[in-house]
């Protein structure tokens, strides 16, 4: 019997996320959401760069917990420029088996990147040195990126889509198992991504993943769309999100819109296409995580766990929703893990911290039946993460810090031991 193709999540919060200006997560947070990643059921997180030496101790502490079962079924990838040297360092210092190799198609953006000194056949060139590179060192799972996808062009400004087929064509031929279509400054449609997926899909026949941004607000339906299309040519697809939408500038396709549009909009329902395992029951939970983390409040209108998602003023609105809810909602507030009786921020308690003392800290582990082996040592974990963190831990962090302490320890030690 043939395997159905799926829609699959592939959250790049731990990466692109991080890059929100201004703002970002300590790597201890980051181990968090990928805690919680697996817990909902996401195929993947991009989780880090494992070229850069500041990401190498929580990368490999990662990798490590990731082998142990924590992390679910999460598989945990890296992202890299499409450089050979690149994918060497990444090979070297740590132990990611599953990377994503980024490089332009776009004339702008070759032309400003490289300062006019290489063309479009030098980026194909490096692009598959940076495969073989990736394969030769045994990476298990090869993605190739064409940033800026959606603006590919030729001089007159036509897009050009014989390229970007001539570019994936040889990135597959040199071993690539993925091909990510970037609409990266948010510039396409639905109707084009949808045709631009479908052609190079049709092409290659190696799944697609998508990655659109949200500057011109399209950046769910995109992602959807491109999605359909390649599910459309035969091949399975990959769908880039970020909780919350975070993200460069207007930021990433937001999870929970994604998970929604793919299971409550016209056509969707019932179509089964969403990869099976996702718990849609986790995103409250780590909607909130997140926005605690990033110290970001949720969106009053935001998708699914806005606080007016599931509020009602008007009179017929109201009049409609006591009569029968489903005249004003498509999906209801437990669907998402939402409380019926409360919808408010979870889980940050206030317990103890980077000032905490061992009394303190030990009734608030008997309260969460919770034996310490090392009660000095816990404590001592718990005041260097509240200091990372520079907030209150909530009690699935504190679970966490009591029950992989060596990790941690890893994780929160930022210089990696060169020996």
Not at 20 to 48: D, H, P, R, V, W
Not at 229 to 237: E, K, L, M
Request: aromatic share 8%.
């Amino acid at each position: 019997m043939k395997k159905k193709n799926r829609i699959y999540i592939i959250d790049v919060t731990n990466r692109d996320g991080v890059q929100t200006a201004n703002i970002g997560l300590s790597k201890f947070e980051k181990t968090m959401l990928n805690y919680y990643l697996g817990q909902m059921g996401i195929y993947q997180s991009e989780f880090g760069f494992p070229s850069l030496e500041h990401e190498w101790n929580y990368l490999n502490a990662n990798l490590e917990l990731s082998k142990q079962g924590v992390m679910g079924d999460l598989i945990l990838s890296g992202w890299t420029r499409a450089v050979a040297d690149d994918v060497y360092a990444a090979v070297k210092h740590t132990n990611v088996k599953h990377l994503n190799l980024s490089i332009s198609t776009s004339e702008i953006m070759t032309n400003g990147k490289f300062g006019g000194k290489k063309n479009r056949e030098d980026v194909i060139t490096m692009m598959t040195e940076a495969v073989i590179a990736a394969k030769e060192a045994g990476i298990e799972t090869v993605g190739v990126n064409a940033e800026d996808a959606s603006r590919t062009e030729v001089c007159d400004q036509r897009y050009d889509e014989d390229y970007l087929v001539r570019f994936s064509r040889a990135a597959v031929e040199h071993g690539a198992d993925r091909i990510r279509y970037c609409d990266t400054l948010g510039y396409d449609r639905t109707i084009s991504i949808y045709d631009s997926v479908k052609r190079i899909a049709e092409a290659v026949q190696v799944p697609i993943e998508l990655h659109c941004h949200n500057d011109l607000g399209y950046a769910v339906a995109n992602s959807v769309e491109g999605a359909m299309g390649a599910i459309d040519a035969g091949v399975p697809a990959y769908i880039n999100t970020t909780v919350n939408g975070m993200g460069e500038r207007a930021g990433n396709a937001d999870m929970v819109s994604v998970l929604l549009a793919l299971t409550k909009s016209r056509g969707m329902q019932g179509k089964d296409i969403l990869d099976p395992k996702i718990d849609l029951t986790q995103s409250w939970k780590i909607c909130n995580y997140v926005a605690t983390a990033f110290r970001q409040p949720i969106p009053i209108n935001a998708v699914g766990v806005g606080s007016n998602a599931f509020a009602h003023e008007s009179g017929i609105h109201a009049d409609g929703m006591l009569k029968d809810r489903s005249n004003y909602e498509l999906y209801s507030p437990d669907e998402l893990g939402i409380s019926e009786s409360e919808i408010r921020k979870i889980g940050r308690i206030i317990t103890t911290g980077e000032y905490g003392g061992l009394k303190g800290l030990l009734h608030v582990y008997e309260s969460l039946g919770i034996e310490l082996e090392d009660e000095r040592e816990t404590l001592r974990l718990v005041q260097y993460t509240s200091a990372h963190n520079q907030r209150p831990l909530n009690e699935d962090e504190l679970r966490f810090i009591a029950e992989h302490p060596a990790e941690v320890e890893q994780i929160l030690t930022v210089t990696p031991n060169r020996k």
